[in-house]
């Protein structure tokens, strides 16, 4: 999906990770939604609309389960495009390693 974003969840259980995508999109007009767990997400999913999300980046290695796929099958999305961050980014990941990943998906 390459095209203007406005909305990025990003779901993690490390908040120093989820600190550090909104820093590095600090200066962007990109709205950062984060959640530590399926269940935040879902809630966050379900308050803000999930249409208005145009980038899902999902940690998919939480801790006490296998994957966080439970996610995706939980609730039908239309138009996303989800993203396991672990597949791309090694952690600790650097503020150009980042909007290296994330330019590549999509327009800022």
Do not use: W
């Not at 974003?5 to 995508?21: G, R």
């Not at 439970?70 to 993203?83: G, I």
Request: proline share 3%; net charge neutral.
């Amino acid at each position: 999906m390459v095209g203007t974003i406005k909305t990025i969840m990003v779901v993690d259980e490390e908040s120093d990770v989820l600190e550090n995508v909104k820093k590095f999109l600090d200066k962007t007009d990109v709205e950062i939604i984060t959640a530590t767990n399926n269940r935040s997400a879902l809630e966050q999913l379900d308050e803000k609309h999930e249409n208005m999300f145009d980038l899902i980046l999902i940690n998919t290695r939480f801790p006490g389960k296998k994957k966080s796929a439970a996610l995706f099958s939980m609730k039908p999305f239309e138009k996303k495009e989800f993203v396991n961050i672990d597949n791309y980014l090694q952690k600790p990941f650097t503020k150009e390693q980042f909007l290296d990943f994330v330019k590549n998906r999509i327009t800022l």
